[in-house]
Nanobody
């Protein structure tokens, strides 16, 4: 089984920073192509925040450009989301996802983490 485990969420004041981590673990992880962060606020649809390819190409939602930075450590199958200058509208559950190719079967599928709450409030 493959799991994505997020950590690093919490409560922060406006203007503050948080760093989210997403670690992929399990058997037969062959390679991980795209890793991404999504978020879902109450009453809203889940939206893409940022994504990064295995070659470190990135793209961001317009609302977070210049404030958030996505990165990854391929050796540890881990992605990070550094969030600076946080605003109340960044409040949401943040989900990690990854396209993982299984070593034995060679098949690729998308996996999701369980989500971590980020609350920006004074």
């Amino acid at each position: 089984q493959v799991q994505l485990v997020e950590s690093g969420g919490g409560l922060v004041q406006p203007g503050g920073s948080l760093r989210l981590s997403c670690a992929a673990s399990g058997s037969n992880i062959g390679s991980i192509n795209v890793m991404g962060w999504y978020r879902q606020a109450p009453g809203k649809q889940r939206e893409l925040v940022a994504r990064i390819t295995s070659g470190d190409s990135t793209n961001y939602a317009d609302s977070v450009k210049g404030r958030f930075t996505i990165s990854r450590d391929n050796a540890r199958n881990t992605a990070f989301l550094q969030m600076n200058s946080l605003k109340p509208e960044d409040t949401a559950v943040y989900y990690c996802n990854a396209d993982i190719r299984r070593l034995v079967t060679g098949l690729t599928r998308t996996y999701w983490g369980q989500g971590t709450q980020v609350t920006v409030s004074s």
